[in-house]
């Protein structure tokens, strides 16, 4: 229950940019913004994504610059894409747990499904956190509300839970906030210690459980 993953993504942004991308043809448009955005987060972890440019992007994707610019006119473009990515899924996911009556069980589904999809499109959750710095100050300022609204979220739920401990929501939805980025942002970590997404939010979802419940 993802609103977004690694095969509906593409005619996502497809879509949603379809004023911007300006290749009509639907299956080869699907399959360059693939290799586009696959060889982005690549340069960008090789060489940083300040240092990248397009005609590097183009070495990479195999594409001229005329068909580069028929996806993208800039980097800022690119980085803005990512980022919508990200806060379009991460404000869409909490929808689909509303219904849940127990608010113990709701915060549980929510920190699963924030685990299970940050696996899913780690490259995009890692790039807004780690280049977030080169969004313009609008896209900064999105970035960061957007953040702040998925934590208001948790908090709400947490406010919820009776006889939980005199403790702000706020505060502890940002720890939850921390445990998710610590997944997505130090794999090499739990890689090591052979942890995989499962393991991992049964120890989120243990701590929350261990200090939420009455």
């Not at 982005?40 to 001229?64: H, Y």
């Amino acid at each position: 229950m993802t609103p977004l993953d690694g095969v509906n993504i593409w005619a996502y942004l497809l879509d949603r940019y379809a004023d911007r991308i300006t290749v009509k043809r639907r299956k080869p448009a699907l399959e360059n913004l693939e290799k586009i955005f696959n060889a982005t987060f690549k340069l960008a972890n090789e060489v940083g994504f300040r240092t990248m440019n397009l005609r590097d992007l183009c070495r990479e994707t195999g594409l001229s610059m005329g068909g580069l610019y028929g996806y993208i006119s800039s980097k800022d473009q690119l980085a803005e894409m990512i980022e919508d990515v990200v806060r379009h899924v991460t404000h869409e996911l909490p929808k689909r747990y509303m219904d849940l009556g127990d608010p113990l069980d709701r915060a549980e589904a929510l920190i699963r499904a924030s685990i299970y999809v940050s696996e899913i499109l780690q490259p995009w959750f890692y790039f807004v956190f780690m280049d977030s710095r080169v969004l313009q100050a609008e896209q900064r300022s999105t970035a960061k509300e957007s953040e702040l609204h998925v934590q208001a979220l948790f908090a709400d739920v947490i406010a919820q839970i009776p006889g939980r401990p005199h403790a702000s929501p706020d505060l502890i939805a940002a720890h939850i906030l921390a445990m998710f980025q610590d997944w997505y942002v130090k794999r090499w970590k739990y890689r090591a210690a052979d942890i995989d997404p499962d393991r991992f939010a049964d120890s989120a979802v243990r701590m929350m459980r261990g200090y939420l419940s009455a």
